[in-house]
């Protein structure tokens, strides 16, 4: 059965943003099958329809199955693994969070609020996940650098801290991420 890859975007990301299109390419050439999808109201993201949503596009997983999350698509994959009962090949977690600060205004809290505030059963998720790397930046602008270390290494994950590539988006220079590439073929 051949390994399939999801890649999840990031809030107000789409799948041809970033370094998903790159990522998604150097993917298939290893003869992987990689989905990338447009997750719904992505300028207003919200649990229950992008875990619904992913759920629709996943269908069934099982250890052939591996995701990479960019930042609220982490936290996605994450509610997403809450809901499902068989373990997975692995993920990995690119500007991945459990807590965010400096967002710019009031309505951005507010939406951000409930990915923050809406607890996940680490243990669970934490046994359905062979392994897991973060990769995150010690210059993210959203800041809780070490929280969300904490919290991922909570989970199992290794970390990877890339030096000033910001949010890990195609503004701060994705190419650090060929790193995310190297770690993809490491966790199988």
């Known amino acids: ?21 790159w990522l998604k390419n150097e ?11 447009e997750m719904p109201d992505t300028e207003i993201p919200v649990i229950e329809k992008w ?4 759920a629709e596009v996943v269908k069934e997983v099982d250890e052939q ?15 997403y693994l809450e ?3 068989q373990p997975i090949g692995g993920a990995i977690f690119v500007a991945g969070w459990f807590n965010l600060a400096n967002l710019e205004d009031k309505e951005t809290e507010e939406i951000a609020e409930p990915w923050i505030k ?17 990769i995150i930046s010690d210059n993210d602008p ?9 919290k991922f290494s909570e989970l199992g994950s290794e970390i990877v801290v890339l030096p000033d590539a910001g949010h890990i988006t195609e503004d701060d220079g994705y190419k650090e991420l ?10 199988e």
């Open 178 to 187: 060929l790193a995310s590439l190297e770690a993809f073929k490491s966790i």
């Open 51 to 54: 875990v619904s949503y992913l």
């Open 118 to 134: 809406t607890p996940l059963d680490i243990q669970k998720i934490k046994a359905l996940i062979s392994r897991s790397i973060l």
């Open 142 to 150: 959203f800041n809780c650098f070490e929280e969300n270390k904490q």
């Open 83 to 85: 809901k499902v009962n």
């Open 65 to 79: 199955t591996y995701f990479i999350g960019h930042s609220i698509g982490c936290q996605a994959i994450l509610r």
């Open 1 to 21: 059965m051949k390994k399939r890859v999801f890649i999840i975007h990031r809030w107000a990301g789409g799948a041809e943003d970033d370094w998903r299109p």
């Open 27 to 37: 993917l298939l050439k290893l003869g992987y099958e990689v989905v990338v999808p």
